[in-house]
């Protein structure tokens, strides 16, 4: 069975440009989230849907982020305009919900210069 | 605002030992506990979850425990291994279906 799958899994930008990373969900499973990792702060949520719906976008840095799932297969997170410290590792993972464990990507690992 | 903590940050052991990662957590009231497994510049692989009702979870060498009214957990790993070695995360949610909250890991180094 695939897991979850991210892309890109790198992307190097200057500060200023629009980033996009994209995740595509194990099928079945009912809840995506998106968190982020860094060395400082650790892995931290950023915003979590179920049944394709935002739930709770508190962990959004600010504005300059947002993130979209247009359907059961796909979501989205928009970085615009990026800042260097948005350099980190950003996963997605699943779940089918009900206490079942999560599923991570492989992660993208994002800098930006 | 639930707080996972885990001691130590760095552990290096000489192959073949058993070893012991602790975590703790600030509020009891938690749905259940994930341990995982991070190997450098990878995803994360889940290890063992335990629910709220359980005690412990075993897989292979590898056992955990949880004592939720004191919220610690310990992630056991017998006959230790070089290719154990990878950061380890402890992490619980409140309720079945809410995101984790992670502690920031025991980054773990098996001596061969």
């Known amino acids: 069975d695939a897991g979850v799958i991210q892309s890109p899994r790198h992307e190097v930008t200057e500060m200023g440009q629009e980033v996009t990373l994209r995740c595509k969900p194990i099928?079945?499973?009912?809840?995506l989230f998106w968190y982020r990792q860094t060395m400082m702060r650790g892995l931290e949520l950023l915003i979590y849907?179920?049944?394709?719906?935002?739930?709770?976008d508190s962990g959004m840095p600010e504005d300059r982020f947002s993130a979209k799932m247009p359907n059961a297969s796909f979501s989205t997170l928009k970085i615009q305009p990026s800042e260097p410290r948005d350099s980190a590792v950003y996963f997605c993972?699943?779940?089918?919900?009900?206490?079942?464990?999560?599923?991570f990507g492989d992660g993208t690992r994002l800098s930006i210069l | 605002k639930q707080e996972v903590t885990q001691i130590p940050a760095a552990l290096s052991v000489p192959e073949g030992e058993n070893l012991v990662l602790n975590c703790s957590f600030t509020?009891?009231?938690?749905?259940?506990l994930q341990w995982f497994r991070q190997d450098p510049g990878k995803g994360l692989t889940s290890l063992l979850l335990?629910?709220?009702?359980?005690r412990e979870q075993t897989s292979g060498r590898l056992n955990a425990s949880l004592d939720k009214s004191s919220g610690r957990s310990t992630l056991y790993i017998a006959a230790s291994q070089p290719g154990d070695s990878a950061t380890y995360l402890c992490a619980v949610v409140s309720s079945g279906n809410t995101p984790l909250v992670f502690g920031k890991g025991t980054r773990l180094s098996v001596i061969a």
């Open positions: 509020d009891s009231a938690i749905y259940n």
């Open positions: 335990i629910q709220s009702s359980q």
């Open positions: 993972a699943s779940t089918s919900g009900g206490g079942q464990p999560q599923h």
């Open positions: 849907f179920n049944n394709n719906v935002p739930i709770d």
């Open positions: 099928s079945g499973h009912d809840y």
